[in-house]
Nanobody, 128 residues
Framework: QMQLIESGGGLVQTGGSLRLSCAPV????????MGWFRQAPGKEREFVAA????????EYAYSVKGRFTISRDKRNNTVYLQMNNLKPEDTAVYSC?????????????????????WGQGIQVTVSS
């Protein structure tokens, strides 16, 4: 069974930083791309960032561009999300995702249906 495990969430003050990690566990697999979505209370799930594993090409939501950086370690299929200058509106449950078959080539990175695997999610809370 393939799973994604997130770590690194927590509580931080406005302007602070956090680094999320996502590692695959279980059966070995490779991903075309990996990324992050988030869901705040009472809101729909939204795309945050994604990265193409072969060449590290990133994609960011407009709301986080310039503050968040996604990176990957291709050796172990791990992806990271460095979040700087955090704002209260960044408060959400962040979920790691993986596109195993390259669906991003058809539907892009922003669609939920692009992704085959989802982590359970990790809470990020930014206090004002």
């Amino acid at each position: 069974q393939m799973q994604l495990i997130e770590s690194g969430g927590g509580l931080v003050q406005t302007g602070g930083s956090l680094r999320l990690s996502c590692a695959p566990v279980g059966r070995t697999f490779s991903s075309y791309g990996m990324g992050w979505f988030r869901q705040a209370p009472g809101k729909e799930r939204e795309f945050v960032a994604a990265i193409k594993m072969s060449d590290s090409t990133p994609e960011y939501a407009y709301s986080v561009k310039g503050r968040f950086t996604i990176s990957r370690d291709k050796r172990n299929n791990t992806v990271y999300l460095q979040m700087n200058n955090l704002k209260p509106e960044d408060t959400a449950v962040y979920s790691c995702v993986a596109d195993l078959y390259g669906r991003a080539n058809v539907g892009g990175w922003y669609r939920l249906s692009t992704y085959d695997l989802w982590g359970q999610g990790i809470q990020v809370t930014v206090s004002s």
